[in-house]
């Protein structure tokens, strides 16, 4: 059930809610200040174009996937972005971000074993400073990709990367932007990539590389991005306190060679404490049914009763970017009668404010690098 999501920190869709309007600071006499400002709050973003191509050096993280360790995978890829350009987003974190969908074409090398896959989804960009001539940045993308030569156990057992067509992407990584005019810019980056089911079948090796890439960028709208002399709402308000009250509900697959998956359910209670403009602290406690134990003692020990519940505590923090919420928390067992795997643990989250205190979201639970499952969570904050 292997798969090295491990330390990747997918902190990258946490902007997907911004929106509103922009002011213009004024040296002019008022109608004219009023006419500029009239006239910008029309454009909220600027609109982007984009192709890239990125190549990397395959790592093997387990005995199962040791036969991809070297390859090159080269990926194609063309971009349609927003880089964000108002009040909002400005009071949220002093910066532009950039967030966009992408469209690829991965040509893994060795087509005979891996295949080849297509994949599609969200990307964001965060920005230094004012986007200028120079910047660094930090980009991350997520979706999901479909690839063609899944393992079969009659047909195709070379494969032990993964074993359905559809998958779960996931890239983060830095690098540097260059415009050397007003509508072009040239990006350099390097980034680690991963692609997996996350634990819903087995085998799931998956597919992990680190890459370097070139992308070239056209600006469909002037970029217009300059430091806002606003009010700034952080220095204001008293920092941000809450309780969250959760309930997830996941599938994750029996350790191969078993067939089949089990639910996962749990239950977890959270406080938050704001200690900056976009990041707060967490605190957690987690109780979890582990459909996973009660399954395995069935087919094990058929007759006989297990414990199939696992308590927990958990500390991470969270990204607090208008309605999203981004959460890396690391968790410790304190309660667990059916062992198995590690005693600590990884969980990646990201959640959306759909009404009032209710949020919605998912999260993605792992053990160095073995998943142990995805889970759809509804949240009660108060």
Same mark, same amino acid.
């Given at each position: 059930?292997?798969?090295?999501?491990?330390?990747?920190?997918?902190?990258?869709?946490?902007?997907?809610?911004?929106?509103?309007?922009?002011?213009?600071?004024?040296?002019?006499?008022?109608?004219?200040?009023?006419?500029?400002?009239?006239? +910008?709050?029309?454009?909220?973003?600027?609109?982007?174009?984009?192709?890239?191509?990125?190549?990397?050096?395959?790592?093997?993280?387990?005995?199962?996937?040791?036969?991809?360790?070297?390859?090159?995978?080269?990926?194609?890829?063309?971009?349609?972005?927003?880089?964000?350009?108002?009040?909002?987003?400005?009071?949220?974190?002093?910066?532009?971000? %950039? $967030?966009?969908?992408?469209?690829?074409?991965?040509?893994?090398?060795?087509?005979? *074993?891996?295949?080849?896959?297509?994949?599609?989804?969200?990307?964001?960009?965060?920005?230094?400073?004012?986007?200028?001539?120079?910047?660094?940045?930090?980009?991350?993308?997520?979706?999901?990709?479909?690839?063609?030569?899944?393992?079969?156990?009659?047909?195709?057992?070379?494969?032990?990367?993964?074993?359905?067509?559809?998958?779960?992407?996931?890239?983060?990584?830095?690098?540097?932007?260059? %415009?050397?005019?007003?509508?072009?810019?040239? +990006?350099?980056?390097?980034?680690?990539?991963?692609?997996?089911?996350?634990?819903?079948?087995?085998?799931?090796?998956? $597919?992990?590389?680190?890459? $370097?890439?070139?992308?070239?960028?056209?600006?469909?709208?002037?970029?217009?991005?300059?430091?806002?002399? $606003?009010?700034?709402?952080?220095?204001?308000?008293?920092?941000?306190?809450?309780?969250?009250?959760?309930?997830?509900?996941?599938?994750?697959?029996?350790?191969?060679?078993?067939?089949? +998956?089990?639910?996962?359910?749990?239950?977890? *209670?959270?406080?938050?404490? +704001?200690?900056?403009?976009?990041?707060?602290?967490?605190?957690?406690?987690?109780?979890?049914?582990?459909?996973?134990?009660?399954?395995?003692?069935?087919?094990?020990?058929?007759?006989?009763? *297990?414990?199939?519940?696992?308590?927990?505590?958990?500390?991470? *923090?969270?990204?607090?970017?208008?309605?999203?919420?981004?959460?890396?928390?690391?968790?410790?067992?304190?309660?667990?009668?059916?062992?198995?795997?590690?005693?600590?643990?990884?969980?990646?989250?990201?959640?959306?404010?759909?009404?009032?205190?209710?949020?919605?979201?998912?999260?993605?639970?792992?053990? %160095?690098?073995?998943?142990?499952?995805?889970?759809?969570?509804?949240?009660?904050?108060?």
């Amino acid at each position: 059930m292997k798969t090295e999501i491990k330390n990747i920190i997918i902190v990258f869709m946490m902007c997907a809610s911004f929106s509103a309007a922009q002011l213009f600071s004024q040296n002019n006499d008022l109608q004219s200040a009023a006419d500029d400002k009239a006239g +910008q709050t029309e454009r909220t973003s600027v609109r982007v174009i984009g192709a890239g191509f990125l190549t990397g050096y395959m790592i093997s993280h387990a005995k199962e996937v040791v036969n991809l360790r070297g390859l090159h995978p080269q990926v194609y890829e063309l971009t349609y972005s927003w880089h964000l350009n108002n009040d909002e987003v400005w009071n949220d974190c002093h910066c532009y971000p %950039r $967030i966009g969908l992408f469209l690829a074409y991965h040509n893994l090398i060795n087509r005979e *074993v891996l295949g080849e896959g297509y994949s599609g989804g969200l990307s964001f960009t965060y920005f230094f400073g004012i986007p200028d001539f120079f910047n660094p940045h930090l980009k991350g993308k997520a979706g999901l990709s479909y690839l063609t030569k899944p393992f079969n156990k009659e047909t195709h057992p070379d494969n032990m990367a993964y074993a359905t067509h559809l998958n779960f992407l996931i890239s983060v990584g830095a690098g540097v932007s260059l %415009r050397p005019t007003d509508n072009l810019e040239i +990006q350099f980056d390097g980034s680690m990539n991963h692609q997996s089911n996350a634990a819903i079948l087995e085998p799931n090796g998956g $597919i992990n590389y680190w890459a $370097i890439s070139l992308s070239t960028n056209y600006f469909l709208d002037k970029p217009d991005f300059y430091e806002r002399n $606003i009010s700034d709402p952080y220095l204001t308000h008293e920092k941000k306190t809450r309780w969250d009250l959760s309930f997830s509900w996941g599938i994750s697959s029996m350790p191969y060679p078993m067939p089949g +998956q089990v639910p996962m359910y749990g239950i977890t *209670v959270l406080r938050s404490w +704001q200690f900056g403009r976009v990041a707060a602290f967490t605190l957690a406690g987690e109780l979890e049914r582990n459909g996973r134990a009660v399954e395995i003692n069935r087919r094990k020990n058929p007759g006989t009763d *297990v414990d199939p519940f696992r308590a927990s505590v958990l500390t991470g *923090v969270e990204f607090l970017m208008g309605r999203t919420i981004f959460s890396i928390q690391i968790g410790g067992y304190i309660y667990r009668p059916f062992k198995e795997k590690d005693d600590f643990y990884q969980r990646w989250g990201l959640v959306y404010n759909i009404w009032d205190n209710i949020y919605a979201g998912i999260n993605f639970k792992s053990y %160095r690098n073995s998943a142990d499952h995805v889970s759809a969570r509804i949240t009660y904050s108060f």
